[in-house]
């Protein structure tokens, strides 16, 4: 079955940096488009970015350059790589494939 593995969430000052990591089995990342979203308390899940099976990047407004979505097809993995991290980013990370399947998240906590 498919199963996705975030991981590298974290406390990290505001214009810090965090690189996430999402470990797919039972699918293959390079064949399906792939993305992250995340939950703040209290708020709904929003989208952050997506990596088409293209190649092509799509991102949500309020990370537009400064969150980059990429993968590694030989590791199976997708990856967020965030930077110039911001109070308002602190959110528990969702990776997902095709809105369909979903891990289990990993929180990033950014102070200020």
């Known amino acids: 079955q498919v199963q996705l593995v975030e991981s590298g969430g974290g406390l990290v000052q505001a214009g810090g940096s965090l690189r996430l990591s999402c470990v797919a089995s039972?699918?293959?990342?390079?064949?399906?488009?792939m993305g992250w979203h995340r939950q703040a308390p209290g708020r709904q899940r929003e989208f952050v970015a997506r990596?088409?099976?293209?190649?092509?990047?799509m991102y949500a407004e309020s990370v537009k350059g400064r969150f980059t979505i990429s993968r590694d097809n030989a590791k199976n993995t997708v990856y967020l790589q965030m930077n110039s991290l911001k109070p308002e980013d602190t959110a528990v990370y969702y990776c997902?494939?095709?809105?369909?399947?979903w891990g289990q998240g990993t929180q990033v906590t950014v102070s200020s």
């Open positions: 997902e494939r095709g809105l369909t399947y």
């Open positions: 039972g699918t293959i990342v390079s064949m399906f488009n």
């Open positions: 990596i088409f099976s293209s190649g092509a990047t």
